[in-house]
């Protein structure tokens, strides 16, 4: 049992690249999440999706792109990469029919130049 | 909207002391309360959660917190710390129902000296 699995685990970009972060879980779960973590910021929320064909904008989704095809995948888009994004990216998942407990991918964590 | 306050970003004690993580949230209605825990370059573990059962939660590695609804308050506690113990810990709050989105803390890193 994999859980949530994110790629790239390392990513170096320059300003202006394009590029997708990966996140794939194999429970079945209903609802996923972008987090991103920054230094004494805690983690912010994204984008996040309560099932496939849904997603719905959190607390800082400017930058960022979204969609769910499938109730495993939720892929995360950077059309334009800027400084300002570089941080930690966690995917995070629940069943919808639990208490909101989040299982957490590893994380991957990107540099813009 | 729902918010949540950790007193101390950095918080040390010395191996075998009291371990206290304060926590303060501010909700509309009556939370889920969570305490995760991020060693480093690792992701998030759940620690323990509050869902409106019993006031006091007991979670993994010794670690416990208490639902005290006029403080509003969820802090983390542990009797004696140990050096494994060295990480960030971060409080969340969710709506209950059909809001799964969960706010969380700035974070503590907590440090444990030999």
């Known amino acids: 049992n994999a859980g949530v699995t994110q790629t790239p685990k390392f990513q170096v970009l320059k300003t202006g690249q394009s590029m997708t972060l990966q996140c794939a879980q194999d429970?079945?779960?209903?609802?996923m999440s972008w987090y991103r973590q920054d230094p004494g910021m805690g983690l912010r929320l994204i984008h996040y999706s309560v099932g496939a064909g849904i997603t719905d904008q959190g607390e800082v989704p400017n930058g960022y792109n979204v969609s769910r095809s499938t109730t495993e995948d939720f892929p995360l888009r950077l059309l334009s990469a800027a400084p300002s994004q570089t941080s930690v990216y966690f995917c995070?998942?629940?069943?919808?029919?639990?208490?909101?407990?989040?299982?957490f991918g590893a994380g991957s964590r990107l540099t813009v130049l | 909207a729902q918010s949540v306050t950790q007193l101390g970003s950095h918080v040390s004690v010395s191996e075998g002391a009291l371990v206290l993580l304060r926590c303060n949230y501010s909700s509309s209605v009556p939370p889920y309360l969570f305490w995760y825990v991020q060693y480093p370059n690792q992701g998030l573990q759940l620690l323990l959660k509050?869902?409106?059962?019993?006031?006091l939660v007991k979670g993994i590695n010794g670690f416990e917190a208490e639902f005290k609804k006029s403080e509003t308050s969820f802090h983390l506690t542990k009797p004696s710390a140990h050096m494994s113990d060295a990480a960030e810990y971060f409080c969340?709050?969710?709506?209950?129902?059909?809001?799964?989105?969960?706010?969380f803390g700035k974070g503590t890193l907590l440090t444990v000296n030999p």
């Open positions: 969340a709050v969710s709506e209950r129902g059909s809001n799964y989105k969960l706010t």
């Open positions: 509050y869902t409106s059962a019993a006031t």
């Open positions: 429970m079945n779960h209903e609802y």
């Open positions: 995070a998942s629940t069943p919808l029919d639990g208490a909101n407990v989040l299982t």
